[in-house]
């Protein structure tokens, strides 16, 4: 199994800064892709960041320019820098990694941490 630990979440006025943190532990092979994912109260969960083994990233249309994903491979940890924070920001943030624990291609997971939550408010 694959274990997810996410931090860095909080409370911060529009306009400030956070950055989340989630580390990945287990039974891991190769990790594929890692990303960030948010779930506002009465909404679905939607896709924020995610980067891949070649560095490729990928982030949803309102945070470009705000967001900034980063991972570090030989942690497996992966990283989400948010600035210039709005109240629609507000939400629960996952933790998403996808990859292998063995060589076998039977063996890919996909495995979420608990969230943790960012509230953007005065």
């Known amino acids: 199994q694959v274990q997810l630990v996410e931090s860095g979440g909080g409370l911060v006025q529009p306009g400030g800064s956070l950055m989340l943190s989630c580390a990945a532990s287990g039974s891991i092979y190769t990790i594929v892709q890692m990303g960030w994912y948010r779930q506002a109260p009465g909404k679905e969960r939607e896709l924020v960041a995610t980067t891949n083994n070649g560095g490729a990233t990928n982030y949803a249309d309102s945070v470009k320019g705000r967001f900034a994903i980063n991972r570090d491979n030989n942690q497996n940890t992966v990283y989400l820098q948010m600035n210039s924070l709005k109240p629609e920001d507000t939400a629960l943030y996952y933790c998403?990694?996808?990859?292998?624990?063995?060589?076998?291609?039977?063996?890919?997971?996909?495995?979420w941490g608990q969230g943790t939550q960012v509230t953007v408010s005065s």
């Open positions: 998403n990694a996808e990859g292998y624990s063995s060589w076998r291609s039977s063996s890919r997971f996909s495995s």
